[in-house]
């Protein structure tokens, strides 16, 4: 961390900063003079120092972060591509996994019958929604617990792990005993109490990106659920809220190769609510792919038109066919 000093700082001022940072623990403290520019260089444990606090000292003009306020999630700590293995299904370092389903659980007769379909097809795990983070309090909400127990009745019939998302904390022991994955949608992205309790779970998280956050705000998100305990966070690209009004969202598919960068945790991308449209979907899933994305979510509906939730989104399991073989075959050529 750099602090730049104000070139007319007065010594009294700085000597008082220096006093402070001196009394601190692991704190490492170094006068750097830069032609005219008076720098401090401080070394250690200095996530625990906010920028914000630093700039309320008068001596002090700017404050810069050499190094990312992440650790656990960053590459810098841990080199290799993280790989997370859920009930035998790997995702991350090579392993591609695809996750389908509905936006919402809504019968037995919708989540079997999709859930079959698209394990013909090649999904690894089972999506569905049985807690419905909805816009509006009139639309559907989910089936709640019974959705849940929907879920884990087509995971017995088709041994898919199910992907769900938790909303709130009242419902921690049922996903922590019931779920595979546990989904924390775009909108709980910063609920942090939310993401310290799912971390000590030290259960698989798929953590979305939330609607306005930039990378690093993903990442530090993640860094909540990790210092819980839980290394096994996967994060998703799922469209950033930006001035464009023809899709849902925008697609932020450079996201990936910065987040891979960056980070040593899986990424997967969701084309359905990155776009909001079904007949955008096969383009996006396969330049998500091309992107080198670890994996995908992909709502996928027996009949979009009666869908409780997100039906303009979805496609048909026959679509979802098709799509897997394109999949597979942009697979093959990066792999050439
Ligand atoms: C979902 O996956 O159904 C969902 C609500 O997604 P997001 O949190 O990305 O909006
Ligand atoms: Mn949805």
């Excluded at 260089?41 to 914000?52: M, P, R």
């Excluded at 019931?178 to 609920?191: E, L, P, S, Y």
């Excluded at 990442?219 to 023809?246: D, H, N, Q």
Aim: glycine share 8%; aromatic share 6%.
């Amino acid at each position: 961390m750099l602090i730049i000093l104000k070139p007319d700082a007065a010594a009294e001022d700085i000597a008082y900063m220096y006093d402070f940072l001196k009394g601190m623990d692991n704190i490492i403290v170094q006068h750097i003079q830069f032609e005219s520019a008076k720098i401090i260089g401080l070394a250690g444990d200095t996530e625990k120092l906010s920028a914000n606090s630093l700039l309320s000292f008068n001596c002090v003009e700017r404050v810069t972060r050499i190094q990312e306020p992440y650790k656990l999630a960053s590459r810098k700590f841990h080199p290799e591509d993280s790989v997370i293995n859920v009930a035998g299904q790997k995702i991350g370092g090579g392993h591609f996994a695809v996750i389908a389903g509905p936006c919402s659980v809504e019968s037995e007769e919708q989540i079997l019958s999709i859930a079959r379909e698209v394990k013909v097809s090649g999904a690894n795990f089972l999506r569905g929604g049985a807690f419905k983070p909805r816009t509006s309090p009139y639309s559907f909400m989910g089936l709640g617990l019974d959705g849940l127990e929907l879920l884990k009745m087509a995971r017995q019939k088709t041994d898919l792990p199910i992907v769900t998302e938790l909303m709130s904390e009242e419902y921690l022991d049922n996903f922590a005993e019931d779920v595979d994955v546990i989904q924390i949608g775009a909108r709980n992205m910063q609920n942090f109490p939310l993401l310290k309790q799912v971390g000590k779970l030290n259960k698989p998280v798929l953590l979305k990106r939330g609607p306005s956050s930039t990378i690093d705000e993903l990442l530090m998100a993640a860094e909540y659920i990790m210092a819980g305990g839980s290394a096994k966070v996967i994060l998703c690209e799922r469209g950033i809220r930006t001035f464009e009004t023809a899709t849902r969202n925008t697609l932020d598919l450079s996201a990936v190769p910065v987040i891979k960068s960056k980070s040593h945790l899986p990424v997967v991308v969701d084309p359905s609510h990155a776009t909001g449209y079904w007949h955008l979907v096969e383009s996006m899933t396969l330049a998500a792919v091309a992107s080198g994305a670890d994996g995908l979510i992909i709502e996928v509906h027996n009949r979009p038109e009666a869908a409780l939730c997100d039906g303009a989104q979805s496609i048909t399991p026959m679509i979802f066919r098709r799509l897997m073989q394109k999949v597979r075959r942009i697979r093959e050529v990066l792999s050439e």
